[in-house]
């Protein structure tokens, strides 16, 4: 009822704004209006009403009520495109629908800039732990379906919303950046050591990505990276903390050192699968939850809803995510992938995408970097079908760290914490709060070296 008279007040108030265009050229609503034309099938005050049901819905914390046309336009063509790819599911020539969920008012580059890290330009660091611990072999016997989030390893879906980074690296010089890409690779990889942590202890708790976005150097915060980084991190620091202690902000902080040294679970290691190998992919998510990543830019993914995903993409890692099962539907093959955008995207939050595909690499890359943390004792907890194998030793690239003479003015610490006014990067450790910089080239007894990437890319 409520939402009925906040969508009437909406279209009483913004009668006005119809004539009216937001900040973007006039000339590019005409020339998207004209591209997209009506809705087969939908009258435009039909169309109207569904975006202005939306908006309550998806832009409730927008303060305006007048109807931004440009968006409206933009919903519209979107709106197009999902119900004729809907229409062709329903004559079964796709096996996956689409929606209109909180991207769709969103052209497909403005979700692409927004929420995707693209690393064309940057490679990933030759990996040095590949394990064939969960390598498939002759001979072994893999369950047909499993689903981690039945078992209890599972936390609810998060949302990483649109991180924002305070802070870059640009040359020799520390800049006050605001860049605005994501931290899926910090959800990623909590989510697979929530569920590694669950099957050896029986214990699920939900892990702090902010520490993980604010402390682990070694990545780029809301600017991307890599969750084997992450997984280094959790290991160098004995543990991490929790998300109820440190809770998610969506921006680069500043690392405060005293959340980030109370631990509430640790990991022992971590492997990567072996590269575009499915079936040793699908051995290891026997087992337990797998971080990966995927090439999420097209259409199809960003307004999917439900069913199992066999849309466009290449093998570019843009994205990342974690497997959490896997099974067959009507005969066709598929993962049960685990997302970070909130529960309006897709199925409560998951994609179901084709499994054993002809491709190597596994539908949209899926099978090229997959990587998990190991937890002593996992093959041995709540999975009788698990291989207990010991992880192999973990041998690490060389470092290669900033100089110490970068001399760096730290953004304002939040209110618990107290920082100077200026630092130099290896000054930085010895203090309770941290900027989220680069540390001197030093090393410790107590830990082993941070894994570094050599122009490495860095996912969403």
């Not at 690779?185 to 702090?208: K, M, P, R």
């Not at 994205?319 to 539907?329: D, K």
């Not at 199925?347 to 596994?362: D, K, L, P, Q």
Request: charged share 15%; hydrophobic share 35%.
């Amino acid at each position: 009822m409520a939402s009925a008279v906040v969508i009437s007040i909406l279209l009483l108030l913004s009668s006005s704004a119809l004539a009216a265009v937001s900040a973007v050229p006039y000339l590019n609503v005409l020339t998207l209006s004209r591209q997209s034309g009506a809705v087969p099938g939908r009258s435009d005050e039909e169309v109207r009403i569904l975006y202005l049901e939306w908006r309550v819905k998806h832009r409730h914390s927008q303060k305006s009520l007048d109807l931004d046309e440009y968006r409206f336009e933009v919903f519209k063509e979107n709106l197009r495109f999902v119900d004729e790819h809907n229409t062709a599911a329903n004559r079964g020539e796709h096996t996956f629908r689409l929606g209109m969920n909180q991207f769709a008012d969103l052209t497909n580059e403005e979700y692409r800039a927004r929420f995707l890290r693209d690393f064309s330009r940057i490679r990933r660091s030759t990996p040095q732990n590949i394990s064939s611990r969960y390598r498939l072999r002759e001979g072994d016997d893999l369950p047909d379906s499993i689903d981690w989030r039945q078992k209890g390893a599972v936390a609810a879906v998060k949302n990483q919303g649109n991180c924002e980074g305070l802070f870059g690296v640009t040359g020799m010089l520390i800049m006050p950046l605001m860049v605005s890409i994501g931290s899926c690779w910090a959800f990623s990889a909590i989510a697979a050591v929530e569920g590694i942590n669950q099957i050896v202890t029986g214990n699920l708790i939900s892990l702090s990505e902010q520490e993980l976005v604010d402390c682990t150097i070694d990545n780029h915060g809301c600017s991307g990276g890599w969750m084997n980084v992450a997984f280094q991190f959790i290991i160098n620091n004995g543990g991490i903390n929790s998300e109820e202690n440190y809770p998610y902000t969506g921006q680069n902080g500043i690392c405060n050192t005293t959340k980030e040294n109370a631990h509430v679970v640790s990991i022992d290691s971590y492997q990567n699968v072996p590269s575009n190998d499915e079936k040793s992919l699908q051995k290891t998510v026997a087992n337990q939850p797998v971080s990966v990543t995927v090439d999420a830019v097209g259409r199809d993914f960003q307004l999917y809803d439900s069913g199992i995903f066999t849309g466009s993409c290449n093998i570019s890692s843009n994205h990342a995510m974690t497997i959490v099962g896997y099974g067959t539907e009507n005969g066709k093959d598929y993962w049960i992938v685990k997302n970070s955008w909130g529960v309006t995207w897709g199925e409560s939050g998951y994609i179901r995408m084709e499994r054993n595909i002809a491709n190597s690499t596994g539908k949209c890359g899926i099978a090229r970097f997959a990587s998990y943390p190991v937890k002593i004792g996992a093959s041995l907890h709540n999975n009788p079908a698990a291989v207990p194998l010991l992880p192999l030793p973990l041998r690490l690239p060389s470092s290669s760290l900033l100089p110490l003479a970068i001399t760096t003015t730290p953004a304002p610490a939040a209110p618990h914490a107290a920082a100077s006014t200026s630092r130099t990067i290896a000054a930085s450790f010895g203090s309770s709060v941290r900027s989220r910089v680069p540390p001197a080239a030093t090393t410790t007894s107590a830990a082993v070296p941070k894994t570094t990437q050599s122009a490495a890319s860095q996912t969403a």
